[in-house]
């Protein structure tokens, strides 16, 4: 058990053992000319890792939790308990670099099986103890925050070791999990009976199973495979009150569906242990391209159509001009301007690429799912660049959040955020966004760059994912962020976006909930609390 007691502190998205990235000095250059980004002032290494109090667990309850799980599984050194403070979010990232306050557990508790997991939130219970639970910690609106919220002391919940998979139906396409499985090891072991989960969203490299369910992920191919929730055919929660089993069947009429209320329940309700999750035939043939729009409302319509019409690849995804242009000047030099130049005599002013990827079983059915897609764009006047520009992004697919380790390095402040609307009011949402977020990280001296993608299509409307470029600022950052983020939800609001498509809720987007669900929502989700978390031990300051 013990070798699999993570220690790593959760100072970069960049998993252990894998590839850092860099920022080529070309890249480097032109993100100074054109956000204004200075030398760095601040600094954000190891180095000025946050100080780590004395743990608060008081002795009883560190005994009656150790009889649960054994000794050595419950973690009362610094390393960690910081290696479990917050998630990875930038405002994340840079408290672990101390700036402003960040919130470290008491105590690790690493449980065995689903058993010692009811187990402990009993003894969470009857010691009064806050209990926050942890998959792969990439939590990006601090769903993972160690907030003691009334209690004395907070555990971290830590589900590393529900590690297995249980079992696989070849004859009814499905597979049991327990909770703890990150995706990367789902993937393999699924991959030795012939199946996969299709679920590739960017924190893949880390995340787990039961984070995805927890928090109504959707992954890159989600057009294909579906989002997380509609895999999940039945689970397990453990929660203060008892254990709940729900689902099991393919479809029920049994009265409202209590399994999709836990899916996204974000902790709050119990603790997911284990998930029957409906798998299919990995793809044998893959082909992925770029195509090239001219303009961003061009563009839009193209997805628009191709989500209407029911051809969407398993990956669709348009970028806007920014990112397009910050996609080639960082990966690119050169490449990027040739590409560029090569464009311009294509009658391209405002070239917006669209990435589609296929993931098929045969090449038959490759060949006629790419060509009703490319008939259903032929209208939008495409430059089709194929399959390079395709596959390295299907290469590069996981590399965002590494590059933003290397971004922050170099001074930048750089963050994401996403919401969803209907086709009808989605140009509005960008463009509302876009401004809030712009005024709100302009200076004198900055220039933000606001990228935007459609990272899913759906026949009524589509998500909007943007990213920020700009100079962090020398002193507050952290609230120089919490600023604009909060401009942006407020802009999300106004123009009838939903809060989140997918990174959850959090204590982030908890203030925007009621704009999104009634009072009258929040007030059914408090009520469902008091009946499995009565004292309100569960995830502190998340969700409700």
Same mark, same amino acid.
């Given at each position: 058990?013990?070798?699999?007691?993570?220690?790593t502190l959760?100072?970069?998205?960049?998993?252990e053992?894998?590839?850092?990235?860099?920022?080529?000095p070309?890249?480097?250059?032109?993100?100074?000319s054109?956000?204004?980004?200075?030398?760095?002032?601040?600094?954000?290494?190891?180095?000025?890792?946050?100080?780590?109090?004395?743990?608060?667990?008081?002795?009883?309850?560190l005994?009656?939790?150790?009889?649960?799980?054994?000794?050595?599984a419950?973690?009362?050194?610094?390393?960690?308990?910081?290696?479990?403070?917050?998630?990875?979010?930038?405002?994340?990232?840079?408290?672990?670099?101390?700036?402003?306050?960040?919130?470290?557990?008491?105590?690790?508790?690493?449980?065995?099986?689903?058993?010692?997991?009811?187990?402990?939130?009993?003894?969470?219970?009857?010691?009064?103890?806050?209990?926050?639970p942890?998959?792969?910690?990439?939590?990006?609106?601090?769903?993972?925050?160690?907030?003691?919220?009334?209690?004395?002391?907070?555990?971290?919940?830590?589900?590393?070791?529900?590690?297995?998979?249980v079992?696989?139906?070849?004859?009814?396409?499905?597979?049991?999990?327990?909770?703890?499985?990150?995706?990367?090891?789902?993937?393999?072991?699924?991959?030795?009976?012939?199946?996969?989960?299709g679920?590739?969203?960017?924190?893949?490299?880390r995340?787990?199973?039961?984070?995805?369910?927890?928090?109504?992920?959707?992954?890159?191919?989600?057009?294909?495979?579906?989002?997380?929730?509609?895999?999940?055919?039945?689970? +397990? &929660?453990?929660? $203060?009150? #008892? %254990?709940?089993?729900?689902? *099991?069947?393919?479809?029920?009429?049994?009265?409202? /569906?209590?399994?999709?209320?836990?899916?996204?329940?974000?902790g709050?309700?119990?603790?997911?242990?284990?998930?029957?999750?409906?798998?299919?035939?990995?793809?044998?043939?893959?082909?992925?391209?770029?195509?090239?729009?001219?303009?961003?409302?061009r563009?839009?319509?193209?997805?628009?159509?191709?989500?209407?019409?029911?051809?969407?690849?398993?990956?669709?995804?348009?970028?806007?001009?920014?990112?397009?242009?910050?996609?080639?000047?960082?990966?690119?030099?050169?490449?990027g301007?040739?590409?560029?130049?090569?464009l311009?005599?294509?009658?391209?002013?405002?070239?917006c690429?669209?990435?589609l990827?296929?993931e098929?079983?045969?090449p038959?059915?490759?060949?006629?799912?790419?060509?009703?897609?490319?008939?259903?764009?032929?209208?939008?006047?495409?430059? +089709? &660049?194929?399959? $390079?520009? #395709? %596959?390295?992004?299907?290469? *590069?697919?996981?590399?965002?959040?590494?590059?933003? /380790?290397?971004?922050?390095?170099?001074?930048?402040?750089v963050?994401t955020?996403?919401?969803?609307?209907?086709?009808?009011?989605?140009?509005?949402?960008?463009?509302?966004?876009?401004?809030?977020?712009?005024?709100?990280?302009?200076?004198?001296?900055?220039?933000?760059?606001?990228m935007?993608?459609?990272?899913?299509?759906?026949?009524?409307?589509?998500?909007?994912?943007?990213?920020?470029?700009?100079?962090?600022?020398?002193?507050?950052?952290?609230?120089?962020?919490?600023?604009?983020?909060?401009?942006?939800?407020?802009?999300?609001?106004?123009?009838?976006?939903?809060?989140?498509?997918?990174?959850?809720?959090?204590?982030?987007?908890?203030?925007?909930?009621a704009?999104?669900?009634?009072?009258?929502?929040?007030?059914?989700?408090?009520?469902?609390?008091?009946?499995?978390?009565?004292?309100g031990?569960?995830?502190?300051?998340?969700?409700?």
């Amino acid at each position: 058990m013990t070798e699999r007691i993570d220690h790593t502190l959760r100072t970069s998205w960049t998993p252990e053992g894998a590839n850092a990235a860099h920022l080529p000095p070309h890249a480097l250059r032109w993100l100074r000319s054109r956000i204004g980004l200075a030398e760095v002032t601040t600094p954000v290494g190891p180095g000025s890792l946050h100080p780590v109090a004395d743990s608060a667990l008081p002795p009883a309850a560190l005994a009656a939790l150790a009889e649960v799980v054994g000794p050595a599984a419950v973690l009362t050194d610094r390393e960690a308990r910081l290696g479990r403070a917050g998630g990875l979010s930038y405002v994340d990232l840079m408290r672990h670099r101390g700036c402003g306050e960040l919130a470290v557990p008491d105590a690790v508790v690493l449980p065995a099986d689903p058993e010692q997991v009811q187990r402990v939130l009993e003894v969470c219970a009857a010691q009064d103890l806050a209990v926050v639970p942890f998959g792969g910690g990439t939590s990006v609106v601090g769903g993972v925050n160690a907030l003691r919220g009334t209690k004395a002391s907070v555990v971290t919940l830590d589900l590393a070791r529900l590690d297995k998979l249980v079992s696989v139906d070849p004859v009814s396409h499905t597979a049991v999990f327990q909770a703890g499985v990150r995706a990367p090891e789902a993937e393999r072991l699924l991959a030795a009976h012939g199946f996969t989960l299709g679920h590739f969203p960017q924190s893949f490299e880390r995340a787990t199973l039961g984070g995805f369910a927890a928090t109504r992920s959707a992954g890159q191919a989600s057009a294909g495979y579906g989002r997380f929730e509609d895999m999940v055919h039945a689970l +397990r &929660l453990a929660t $203060p009150a #008892g %254990e709940l089993t729900l689902g *099991g069947v393919p479809a029920s009429a049994a009265g409202p /569906d209590l399994k999709r209320l836990v899916i996204g329940s974000e902790g709050v309700f119990g603790v997911i242990t284990e998930l029957t999750l409906r798998v299919r035939p990995a793809a044998t043939f893959h082909h992925y391209e770029g195509v090239v729009v001219d303009g961003w409302e061009r563009g839009a319509a193209a997805v628009r159509a191709l989500a209407q019409q029911r051809v969407l690849a398993d990956v669709t995804r348009l970028s806007d001009m920014d990112e397009t242009e910050v996609s080639l000047e960082l990966a690119g030099g050169w490449k990027g301007r040739a590409l560029r130049a090569y464009l311009r005599t294509r009658g391209v002013v405002a070239p917006c690429l669209l990435i589609l990827g296929w993931e098929t079983g045969s090449p038959r059915e490759l060949a006629n799912r790419r060509r009703a897609a490319l008939h259903a764009l032929k209208e939008f006047n495409p430059v +089709r &660049l194929g399959r $390079p520009l #395709g %596959e390295a992004w299907r290469k *590069g697919r996981y590399g965002g959040p590494r590059q933003r /380790d290397a971004l922050l390095e170099a001074g930048v402040c750089v963050e994401t955020l996403e919401t969803a609307g209907d086709w009808a009011g989605l140009a509005a949402l960008r463009t509302a966004v876009r401004g809030a977020l712009t005024d709100s990280l302009s200076t004198a001296r900055a220039r933000p760059v606001v990228m935007c993608h459609v990272s899913h299509a759906y026949e009524t409307g589509a998500s909007l994912y943007f990213t920020v470029l700009a100079p962090r600022a020398d002193t507050a950052p952290v609230e120089q962020w919490q600023r604009a983020k909060a401009a942006a939800c407020e802009a999300i609001v106004n123009h009838a976006g939903t809060i989140t498509h997918h990174h959850a809720v959090g204590v982030d987007h908890a203030p925007w909930l009621a704009a999104e669900v009634g009072e009258l929502g929040i007030e059914v989700l408090r009520a469902v609390k008091a009946r499995l978390d009565p004292t309100g031990v569960l995830n502190p300051g998340k969700l409700v």
